[in-house]
């Protein structure tokens, strides 16, 4: 190389690497002492001890809104409580009815026996006559005691004894006889004609002479 020429830059073939020096030991930083703890702060309350709790209004419930399907079904169900009702009427109704058909049957019935068997009476008073003068012997025997079975069994029947109380609602006092010690209210001594009912109707009251009890 001459004077003057710029030497090249000489690039080392290997890079020694210089052995680092271990750094020194930072010293540790100066422990802080423990603070104390602040003193606990008392709560301070402000007169609130015995003071009544504030009232809390309710919501307002809201209701909901009304939908097509829930309007139809209010008025189905009222449509319903409508038929309800409507069936119960005609129900009590024909009940009702019911009621004066049979009433009305049974009186027609009492009527149709009362009819027929009124003039029969006649006959059953001259057979009690005719028993009371003798006894019945046979065929006029069988006779009576056959039409007073069927009497009978169309619903009418015979009332009025010696000894009954006297009763204006079925008796018929034809004659009052005196008094009687044996007696305390005014009772049937004679019976003159037998009384005749077909259910609770009197057909006709039994025609009777009384005596009244002795006055003390």
Request: glycine fraction near 6%; charge should be negative; proline fraction near 7%.
């Amino acid at each position: 190389m001459t004077h003057g020429d710029t030497p090249d830059e000489v690039i080392p073939d290997e890079v020694t690497t210089q052995e680092v020096d271990e750094q020194p030991e930072v010293e540790e930083a100066p422990q802080v002492e423990d603070v104390e703890e602040a003193p606990e702060v008392e709560e301070v309350r402000l007169g609130t001890e015995g003071a009544p709790e504030p009232e809390v209004e309710a919501e307002p419930v809201v209701e909901p809104e009304a939908t097509p399907e829930a309007d139809e079904l209010a008025v189905t169900k009222m449509a319903l409580e409508e038929r309800t009702l409507d069936l119960q009427r005609l129900q009590a109704e024909f009940l009702n009815y019911k009621r004066r058909v049979d009433r009305d049957r049974e009186l027609v019935r009492e009527n149709a026996t009362y009819a027929a068997l009124t003039p029969i009476i006649d006959v059953l008073d001259t057979i009690d006559r005719a028993r009371d003068h003798e006894p019945l012997e046979g065929g006029f025997k069988a006779v009576a005691e056959q039409l007073e079975r069927v009497v009978a069994g169309l619903g009418m029947v015979k009332f009025g004894a010696v000894g009954d109380a006297f009763d204006p609602t079925v008796h018929e006092a034809l004659s009052h006889i005196g008094t009687d010690p044996e007696v305390e209210v005014t009772t049937c001594k004679v019976v003159a004609k037998a009384g005749y009912k077909i259910g609770d109707r009197v057909v006709r009251a039994a025609q009777v002479l009384v005596v009244d009890p002795v006055e003390e």
